[in-house]
Nanobody
Framework: QVQLVESGGGLVQPGGSLRLSCAAS????????MGWYRQAPGRQRNVVAT???????TYADSVKGRFTISRDNAKNTVYLQMNSLKPSDTAVYYC????????WGQGTQVTVSS
């Protein structure tokens, strides 16, 4: 059983920054992908950024240049540094770990508002 625990969401003003963290525990293959998705009210869940255990990174076009994903393989933890936040970034952010299957975190709310 794999568990993901997220932290770091909250309320921030436009232009501000937040850092999300997600720690995975349990039976995890060393070769995996970790990442972040987000879901706004009434919208589908979309990928934000992913990073493989080898360090290959992908970003959604909407966050390129503003968000940075990183991971600590020794701690099975993935981070998302979010800068220059916009109201359109408001969503519930979900952590995912993908090895034999997809494991999801419980989600953390990010609200960007003045």
């Amino acid at each position: 059983q794999v568990q993901l625990v997220e932290s770091g969401g909250g309320l921030v003003q436009p232009g501000g920054s937040l850092r999300l963290s997600c720690a995975a525990s349990g039976s995890i293959f060393s070769m995996n992908v970790m990442g972040w998705y987000r879901q706004a009210p009434g919208r589908q869940r979309n990928v934000v950024a992913t990073i493989t255990s080898g360090g290959r990174i992908t970003y959604a076009d909407s966050v390129k240049g503003r968000f940075t994903i990183s991971r600590d393989n020794a701690k099975n933890t993935v981070y998302l540094q979010m800068n220059s936040l916009k109201p359109s970034d408001t969503a519930v952010y979900y952590c995912v770990l993908r090895d034999r299957t997809d494991y999801w975190g419980q989600g953390t709310q990010v609200t960007v508002s003045s």
